[in-house]
T-cell receptor
Framework: GAVVSQHPSRVICKSGTSVKIECRSL??????MFWYRQFPKQSLMLMAT?????????EQGVEKDKFLINHASLTLSTLTVTSAHPEDSSFYIC??????????FGPGTRLTVL | KNQVEQSPQSLIILEGKNCTLQ??????????LRWYKQDTGRGPVSLTI?????NTKSNGRYTATLDADTKQSSLHITASQLSDSASYIC????????????FGRGTSLIVHP
C-alpha cells in the first residue's frame, strides 16, 4: 500500500525551542494531509487539515500560531511546534489523503519537551 | 454531533482465543467505516474498510461486520496471536463536506501466552 513517512521519529527539545516535523507521501501525491496528536492511552485527535497551496484549517482549540503548518508541495507537509513547552509533549501523527475514502498514516513522531 | 463509541475499552485474552470488538457510531450520512490496528508508538494501519452496502469483510484472521441500519460494526479476531496485542481503532467517515473522519477511542487488546 501507499507509504507515508515522518521525520524525525523521535525528538527531545528544551522548553522554549521550536521543533519541525515533516510528513511525506512517498509514492502518491496528496493535496490534503492531516495532523493528529495522541496522548497516552487516548485516541488520535485531529489538530488541523493541511491543504497544498493554501492555509491550513485548524480544529477548535488548536492555536494556529503555535502549531505552524506548511504544505508547500503535493508530497510534503510540515508541522512546526513553536516555543514548545512540556505540555506539548505528545505523539504527533500525520496522514495523507489518497482519495475521498482513503488516507494513509505516517509512523508518528514522539516529541518530548524538557 | 458525529460520535464513534468503542467497547470494550480494554481486553485481555489468551493466545489462540477469539475475540470481538464493538463499534457504534452516529455519523450521518455514512460513507465508510475503517478498522485500524495501532501498535504502541506506531501509526495506525488499516485492516478493513466497509461501505454502506457491505456486511462482512475479511482480512486474514480479522473479520469486520457492518450493520448500517443499527449503525454498528464489529471486528472479530480469530486464533489470536501475541502480535495482535495493540489498540484497535474504529474510524467512520461521512459523505460530502471536507471528509473529516471521526475516530473512536480504541480498544486496547492484550494477548497473553
Amino acid at each position: 500500500g501507499a507509504v507515508v513517512s515522518q521525520h524525525p521519529s523521535r525528538v527531545i527539545c528544551k522548553s522554549g525551542t521550536s521543533v519541525k516535523i515533516e510528513c511525506r507521501s512517498l509514492d502518491f501525491q496528496a493535496t490534503t494531509m492531516f495532523w493528529y496528536r495522541q496522548f497516552p492511552k487516548q485516541s488520535l485527535m485531529l489538530m488541523a487539515t493541511s491543504n497544498e497551496g493554501s492555509k491550513a484549517t485548524y480544529e477548535q482549540g488548536v492555536e494556529k500560531d503555535k502549531f505552524l503548518i506548511n504544505h508547500a508541495s503535493l508530497t510534503l507537509s510540515t508541522l512546526t511546534v513553536t516555543s514548545a513547552h512540556p505540555e506539548d509533549s505528545s505523539f504527533y501523527i500525520c496522514s495523507a489523503r489518497l482519495n475521498t475514502d482513503t488516507q494513509y498514516f505516517g509512523p508518528g513522531t514522539r516529541l518530548t519537551v524538557l | 454531533k458525529n460520535q464513534v463509541e468503542q467497547s470494550p475499552q480494554s481486553l485481555i485474552i489468551l493466545e489462540g482465543k477469539n475475540c470481538t470488538l464493538q463499534c457504534n457510531y452516529t455519523v450521518s450520512p455514512f460513507s465508510n467505516l475503517r478498522w485500524y490496528k495501532q501498535d504502541t508508538g506506531r501509526g495506525p494501519v488499516s485492516l478493513t474498510i466497509m461501505t454502506f452496502s457491505e456486511n462482512t469483510k475479511s482480512n486474514g484472521r480479522y473479520t469486520a461486520t457492518l450493520d448500517a441500519d443499527t449503525k454498528q460494526s464489529s471486528l472479530h479476531i480469530t486464533a489470536s496471536q501475541l502480535s495482535d496485542s495493540a489498540s484497535y481503532i474504529c474510524v467512520v467517515s461521512g459523505r460530502g463536506g471536507s471528509y473529516i473522519p471521526t475516530f473512536g477511542r480504541g480498544t486496547s487488546l492484550i494477548v497473553h501466552p
